[in-house]
């Protein structure tokens, strides 16, 4: 079993259904441009507290990753207690935005987030200095707020005005703020200039048909507990997996993992084109149109 | 030491964000409070967050507060159980008693004062403070577990009298009701009165004289590590030391004789502070009273207690009567062998 981490050949040998559960668990699986925004994201944990810290937005398509990147950042910097006096530290906080540009559920998730006791029915600037004294006591130096597309679920002014609470959480705590969102992210951050000024973009982009994406396979394959190579890289597999996931690595990788899934069950070891054919997969593109919306 | 927690665990465990450790001798009582300020919000909303099937404030939590309640601190602080177990007073009264003190017990327990709960108020002055002390807490002022024993009557650092109401109102102290009707839940210290809102860390202070300081360092020495080698538990001496202030407090009879006798023998002027009841009940003055003079009986042992029950005519029913817990024998040998008369009496009851 060459074409496995050595980690993996326990695995691999074990039953079908750990096999299963093994692959069907999310995996982080390194590639380039993740790790640059990794990098960057580092960078900005370290920077030192300055007037005017520097802000992120992070785009990319839906399903093209980002959020598992998130985690895997959260991951690397998990709350600790520190060692004298045993206070809890948390560097990194994540909060998913809440469905409508709304301060007070804003508060709330990240209170809830943070395990702070709250009264419910608090007063919005009440909730609001809670939160700050939470986030400072705690030390956090970077606040991650996914979807932050949901702010377009608003008027132009409650748009604002959420973008505003965040202009406020970054000047008073000092902290740097991650949005992530997808295309449409941009457009609510461009709601405020000022606010559009200050969160530097960062893309995710599609996977092109390139080495890389080879790269990306070769790596899926050496994790996926399979008893025999299936060559993901071979031109006619990896090309026909391209045009299944169009181009973002949340669908390669569910096309991957159904083929190993569907593999397993029939009793085969590998993935091939005829496998690709059998398994149930209806295409990004389709599903959107679908919805009744155009791709 | 507390094991360090890996993240996962912390995570897990959904540690409050602001927790820290309670102080040195501090209340379960204090500590909550002090949480509920650090997190910025009200004690009832905090308690009620944390424990949402019990009213917190209906019962007494220091004494021995419900397994689930500590079980949750445990899990939800980063303060290990044995640290947290030490904030309660169960602890310290079994160590003074003897016995062990059950959850289901209810009403009155030997050395420990009741705060006498009426609905969520506590209108007894079952907790004292020392002015001192809180006022060296500086911004973190805090209340202690000794403050709720019956025989800590005088702070052993800063040699004063410790104090059971708010000089200015008369209040007790209720500490966990200083947020109500107020906005802001953090900015009041622990040692405001809950009612007139004076810093009671400023109360005025009483220093205790050196003799009788030295008593009292003496006593909570045998509170701690027993009274000497023959008397090796704590709780051998406080048996003894409770019946004769049960004793003394009596306001007739052979008591009072023996009482007023004492006080004069002890070269200060015979009064009678108000107050009556059990023990721990008594307002603080009566309780330093009776306490001198018991801890005047019992030094010298055996020698001063016989004389002055010799010259008082005491007899040994006096002493022992009504003694609710097993006498212990360096003090039931010496009620034999001095003052037993043996006439139609039975020797079975001082076998133990």
Redesign the interface.
Known sequence: MKHLIEALHPVALSDTPTRIQFIQSNRWIKYPAAERILERLEELLAHPKIARMPNLLLVGETNNGKTLLLKKFCQLHKPYATLGDEKLVRPVVTVEAPPKPDEKQFYRKLLDQLNAPYRQADRLDRMERQVFHVLQHLDTRMLIIDEIQNLLAGSSTSQRVFLNVLKGMANELQIVIVAAGTMEARNAMSADPQMANRFVQKFLPRWHYTEEYLRLLASFERLLPLREASRLTEPALAERIYAMSEGTIGEISAVITTAAVTAIRAGKERIDLKLLDQIDYVLPSERRRFQGVSA | M?P??S??A??ER????????PSEDELLSSWLVRL?Q?????VQ??SH??WPQIVVWKRDIDKLAPPHMLNTLVV?T??DPHRIAQTMLAPAVERLTGTQLLHVKRGPTSWLMPVGIVHRTRQGNGLVYCPGCLQRDGANPYYRTSWRLAFYVVCPTCGVYLREECPACGAPVNFFRLDMGHQNAAEQLLSTCYKCAFDLSQAPMQPVPAQELSRYYTLYRVSREGWKEAVPYPHQYFRVLRQIVRVLSCPFGEALRLQVDVRLRMGQPVTWPSGGGAFEQLPIARRIYLLEQAMWLLEDWPARFIRVMHDNQIKSYTIRRDMAEEMPFWFSSVLVEHFFSARNRSWSQFEH
Do not use: G, S
């Not at chain 2, 959904?14 to 450790?21: A, N």
């Not at chain 2, 650090?38 to 009200?42: C, L, N």
């Open positions: 507390t360090i927690l993240p996962d912390l995570l959904r540690i409050l964000p602001c927790t820290f450790h509920a650090a997190h910025r919000v009200k909303l905090f967050y944390l939800r980063l303060t």
